[in-house]
């Protein structure tokens, strides 16, 4: 069961109410559970558009329908209202959705290199894709773009990079770079 606290259950009851349709309750789902690009999605959910298999709670003024597949990555979550001055916040807080789920560790680290390191590398038009996890599982990288045959590729490396996903992947004992960076022009800095 997803706790809701009492006033998200009041904002989402104003919520539902405020569409004017009858029997019109709400969804929540995960897209993309398992994965550092895991995200809660939480919809209206029209009459007859409920399915069998959902997990339903049932609350004063409207009905949460929660698909069954992803429960597992909903253990723990809340729902919660954040009323501050004029603003407002619905959060909704569920530690386990990013969990290892069904991924490789490669495919968790190719994850989170798309997801959160190239779009921030690229801001310096570089990259750097998995090379190989070896079995001691460091993580080994090349080098592209601006990053290739940067002075700086060492600092970003190991303040930035491998600081990042040994965070989020334990698993991970290190992050080693395999690019040749003397051959490398430094696009960005030339």
């Known amino acids: 069961m997803i706790a809701l606290s009492s006033d998200a259950v009041q904002f989402l009851r104003e919520m539902v109410q405020g569409q004017g349709e009858r029997g019109l309750n709400l969804r ?17 959910c029209p009459p007859g558009t ?19 597949e992803v429960v597992p990555f909903l253990e ?20 386990k959705i990013r969990g290892k789920g ?16 190239n779009p921030a590398l690229a801001s310096h038009k570089g990259m750097c894709r998995l090379v190989e996890i070896t079995e001691a599982k460091e993580v080994v990288l090349q080098f592209g773009g601006g990053c290739h045959g940067c002075g700086m ?37 030339a």
């Not at 495919?107 to 798309?114: G, I, S």
């Not at 600092?155 to 989020?168: A, C, P």
């Open 153 to 189: 590729v060492d600092v970003t490396l190991k303040q930035g990079i491998e600081k990042t996903i040994r965070e989020r992947i334990p698993e991970i004992t290190a992050v080693k770079d395999s690019t040749d960076h003397d051959t490398g022009e430094n696009p960005y800095y």
């Open 76 to 95: 723990g979550a809340r729902i919660e209202y954040e009323k501050e001055g004029v603003s407002a916040n619905l959060n909704i807080i569920a530690p």
């Open 28 to 44: 929540l789902t995960v897209l993309r559970p398992g994965s550092p690009l895991a995200e809660c999605d939480l919809a209206f």
């Open 102 to 117: 069904h991924l490789s560790l490669f495919d968790q680290v190719t994850a989170l290199l798309e997801s959160e390191i």
């Open 50 to 68: 409920e399915m069998v298999s959902d997990l339903v709670q049932v609350h004063e003024g409207f009905t949460l329908f929660i698909d069954h």
